[in-house]
Every structure is written in structure tokens, then in C-alpha cells.
């Protein structure tokens, strides 16, 4: 990244505040979801943190997919996010709660990501993943309802990323060109 400008008094305060309050919980979520150990020096200062998540711009318009899946249909998980998203294999900012207060982690890829997580590993039920290019943006949010766990996921991007269509195709054409079994369904649906 480029040099960042100096920290604020209101960046030093929260980085002061969440490295006594925040950061050993923080760390030790980041060491139960990921494949490799997580330390202190791993994560982005603050300044780089909050530069970093000013230039995102992800949000309700720039939705580009969301399904809902048991909680424990972890093979499920993956292969959605496999097939969805646009490169798996890219670098990723990770972001759990607090990530204001103790900052974001850079990870190679979502390799790296437990995809056999637990429901208890991260409190809050957040789980962000963002391209570093700022291309896409992963959410995990799992929760419980009526004494079952559920799993929202939801990918994001930006409104020049969103298009795959770049043939123009109709829009059943294009479904059935990737195979998306879910948009031909809802194509093809008569009322």
C-alpha cells in the first residue's frame, strides 16, 4: 500500500482502546477461521484500515448474489462460493467486528479461509471477505431462527464488475450459457 498520512487522535484512540479491549479475542476468531497463524503484526494499522475501507463502496444496488443455506451445509458453502465468485484465488482483506478497532488482515486467497468454521468462532456472525482490488466482496452472516442456524451469502460488486453478459445475450440465453439453473428457473417461471 501506498505511505499513509499520520494517524488522527481518533485513530490512536480506537487503536489504544481495541488493543486492550479487542484485540487477543480478535486475534484468537482470526486463528479459529483461518488455516494459518495470525498475529498481531499481520494486520493493517488503523490508518491503513480505515483508507482501505473509505474506497469500498459495496451496497444494497451493488448486489450481485444471495442465497440462503443451512448453517451446517459447509460443502454447499464452498461450492456456491467457488462458482460465484469471480477469482478465488485473489488477495482478500478479511474483516470481523471490531476490524475498527484492531484492523483488517490481508490473506493470499480463500484458500486459507476454515471453511469448516464453527457457529461460536466468530460472536457476532460476520464474516467479510473483500477482493484488495475492491473488484468483490464476500459476506458469511449466519444466525439462528426458530432453533435452527442458517448461513446468508452474499457477493457484492461494483456496478462495472457486476455484467459477465458481454455478448449481449438474453438474459435466458446468458443463464443457460453458465448453467445457473437457479436464473433459468426464474426465467422461464410463468405466472
Request: proline fraction near 3%; include cysteine.
Amino acid at each position: 500500500m501506498e505511505k499513509m498520512h499520520d494517524e488522527t487522535y481518533e485513530q490512536k484512540r480506537r487503536r489504544l482502546f481495541g488493543k486492550v479491549n479487542f484485540l487477543p479475542a480478535y486475534l484468537q476468531q482470526l486463528n479459529k477461521l483461518l488455516n494459518i497463524e495470525v498475529t498481531t503484526d499481520m494486520l493493517l494499522s488503523i490508518v491503513e484500515t480505515d483508507c482501505f475501507l473509505e474506497q469500498i463502496d459495496f451496497n444494497s444496488d451493488t448486489l450481485f448474489y444471495k442465497e440462503t443455506i443451512p448453517f451446517e451445509d459447509k460443502e454447499n458453502l464452498q461450492r456456491i462460493v467457488w462458482s460465484k465468485l469471480l477469482d478465488w484465488n485473489t488477495n482478500y482483506m478479511m474483516e470481523l467486528t471490531n476490524v475498527k478497532e484492531c484492523g483488517l488482515l490481508p490473506i493470499p486467497n480463500l484458500s486459507v479461509f476454515n471453511w469448516n468454521f464453527k457457529y461460536e468462532d466468530e460472536k457476532s456472525g460476520i464474516i467479510v471477505f473483500i477482493r484488495q482490488d475492491k473488484k468483490e466482496e464476500l459476506v458469511l452472516d449466519f444466525y439462528e431462527e426458530d432453533f435452527q442456524y442458517f448461513l446468508d451469502i452474499e457477493i457484492y460488486r461494483p456496478i462495472e464488475c457486476k455484467n459477465k453478459n458481454k455478448a449481449n445475450r438474453s438474459p435466458l440465453d446468458f443463464a443457460k450459457q453458465i448453467n445457473d439453473l437457479k436464473m433459468i428457473d426464474i426465467l422461464t417461471h410463468k405466472e
